[in-house]
């Protein structure tokens, strides 16, 4: 069965201060892994695509990173606007075009 | 250029009425999709469509219906609402089966 474990489930940083987030998954076959940004009250906005082991995306102060087994947001000297909930999915082979969802980091940054 | 419109944005219902959530896109995209969201729980998927005509159920299909006469529009439709089904309710297409998803701003329904 295809799962994804997002990690930490909140993360409070102060501006400036750098960290990652992490997304780990288990699918068959991967055709993509997706990042997603949340606010509240609105939808996920749609951040990367990784769709092999090794690649990277980068957007101003994120970075995504993907391996076999896990992929990793770095966040780079965040600012207050970067709070948010961060939402990672999973395209596998078997489920066809749906999209498994792990359940989000939120992240708060402070100044 | 709306990308994936929802309405409405609130609504609250009584346990046992019927309701229609609508969904439409402006971006040509064949594949569309519901999606509910409760804390703790993450999206979950509820019906999709690869294009007009053809819709297939997802992980939580139970007490919903779907239905894709045409590219644009895709509406979920409650039969009979259930408090289990207070949620807040995503709207998504993409145009081919890997590439992003776009969401809608979302449906926040309550049911009493």
């Known amino acids: 069965e295809d799962q994804v474990t997002q990690s930490p489930e909140a993360l409070r940083l102060q501006e400036g201060e750098s960290s990652s987030l992490n997304c780990s998954y288990t699918?068959?076959?991967?055709?993509?892994l997706f990042w997603y940004r949340q606010d509240p009250g609105k939808g996920p906005e749609f951040l990367f695509t990784?769709?092999?082991a090794g690649e990277e995306k980068e957007k101003e102060r994120l970075k995504a990173t993907l391996t076999k087994k896990e992929s990793f947001l770095h966040i780079t000297a965040p600012k207050p606007e970067d709070s948010a909930t961060y939402l990672c999915?999973?395209?596998?082979?078997?489920?066809?075009?749906?999209?498994?969802f792990g359940k989000g980091t939120t992240l708060s940054v402070s100044s | 250029n709306a990308g994936v419109t929802q309405t409405p944005k609130f609504q609250v219902l009584k346990t046992g009425q019927s309701m229609t959530l609508q969904c439409a896109q402006d971006m040509n995209h064949e594949y569309m999709s519901w999606y509910r969201q409760d804390p703790g729980m993450g999206l979950r998927l509820i019906h999709y469509?690869?294009?007009?005509?053809?819709?297939d159920q997802g992980e939580v299909p139970n007490g919903y219906n779907v239905s894709r006469s045409t590219t644009e529009d895709f509406p979920l439709r409650l039969l009979s609402a259930a408090p289990s089904q207070t949620s807040v309710y995503f709207c998504?297409?993409?145009?081919?089966?890997?590439?992003?998803?776009?969401f809608g701003d979302g449906t926040r329904l309550s049911i009493l």
């Open positions: 990784l769709y092999s």
């Open positions: 699918v068959s076959g991967l055709r993509g």
């Open positions: 999915a999973v395209q596998g082979r078997q489920a066809g075009t749906a999209l498994i």
């Open positions: 998504a297409s993409r145009g081919t089966s890997n590439q992003p998803q776009h």
């Open positions: 469509s690869v294009g007009a005509g053809i819709t």
